[in-house]
């Protein structure tokens, strides 16, 4: 019943918080407004683009009230996803004043982030050999920068994703259903509770965010979605994984995962930054060749789900 209570929590407090938020980013106008210079920006009218502000409130209220760690591991969470938060929020004031945030503040504050979660515990510490079942406990420093590069590239790759309606949150809350899956079936109370309490949230924000939208998460959202998916999967499907499991959360967060692995190549290719913004993500391109936004949201949910399935049928395997 707690994750019930969980996900209704995040969910409803996402529901009746948003319509708030939003008249606020309006009184402030703080907007997304339309360019038609800008092929990346796909709406004919201002749109409000604070919602990150509900999403983390949803997922706060809901984690706090339910959550059993403990108070440190809790304080790290929560600290590292509002350090994300208002970041995120400063590149989106940025761009609603049609400036360019700096990158590498940014990249800092979100590895300072990581970091800070990796100091309460929450790690990739190692693997079990599936051949003798022994456990490959990695050096300190190995554990270190594979924890900062995951948390770092997760919140990036759904960052990325955020350039559509729907899409962004629609990925987030399929990637938080597979992990919560995945949680249950290993007996991972705490990671579960994280993942249910992002569902309530995602469902929530799709409310609003649905083409047409109504309101944006904004970098502040959409980076903080993804800083939570990869504690999750730090905190459950990465614990005592095998060597073969490993792949469960890659292929829980496949679409923006692969898809930016193929945008940052293509990039490097061609010597842009890997920061320059461009229409290069799947759903620009799905676009160009015909389909409108419902289409290209379908395509890319469906296969989402295909590749959530895998890896819950890959996380049941015996091996």
């Known amino acids: 019943m707690q994750y019930v209570a ?3 929590l995040s969910f409803v407090f996402v529901l009746i918080s948003i319509p708030m938020v939003r008249k606020w980013a309006i009184r402030i106008d703080f907007v997304d407004k339309p360019r038609p210079d800008n092929e990346r920006k796909l709406h004919k009218e201002p749109v409000p683009l604070m919602a990150g502000i509900a999403l983390f409130g949803g997922f706060a209220i809901s984690y ?8 440190w591991k809790m304080a790290a969470v929560l600290i590292g996803a509002l350090l994300v938060l208002g970041i995120g929020l400063l590149d989106d004031w940025y761009k609603v004043s049609r400036r360019e945030f700096p990158a590498l503040p940014k990249m800092l504050v979100q590895l300072a982030a990581a970091l800070i979660v990796y100091m309460a515990g929450i790690r990739f510490s190692g693997f079990s050999n599936p051949f003798n079942d022994q ?9 270190l920068v594979l924890t900062l590069l995951w948390i770092f590239g997760v919140t990036t790759v759904i960052n990325f994703t955020d350039g559509m309606d729907g899409l962004a949150g629609s990925l987030a809350t399929i990637s938080a259903v597979t992990l919560f899956i995945v949680a249950m079936a290993q007996g991972q109370s705490d990671s579960a509770i994280m993942a249910i309490s992002l569902v309530g949230v995602g469902i929530g924000y799709l409310r609003y965010n649905k ?3 109504r309101v944006y998460m904004g970098d502040s959202g959409a980076t903080f979605l993804g800083f939570i998916l990869a504690i999750i999967a730090l905190d459950g499907a990465f614990k005592q994984a095998t060597l073969l499991s490993l792949f469960v959360p890659i292929l829980a967060l496949g679409v923006p995962i692969f898809d930016n692995i193929f945008v940052v190549i293509r990039r490097m290719l061609r010597g842009q930054p890997i920061y320059e913004a ?5 759903h620009y391109r799905l676009l160009s060749s015909g389909l409108n936004q419902q289409q290209v949201l379908l395509v890319l949910c469906l296969i989402s789900l295909c590749l959530s399935l895998s890896s819950i049928i890959l996380m049941l395997l015996p091996v």
């Open 278 to 282: 461009d229409a290069t993500q799947i």
């Open 211 to 213: 083409p047409p939208a």
């Open 6 to 8: 969980a996900f209704i």
């Open 135 to 143: 456990y490959i406990l990695l050096p300190d420093w190995l554990q």
């Open 64 to 71: 706090i009230s339910f959550m059993n760690a403990g108070t």
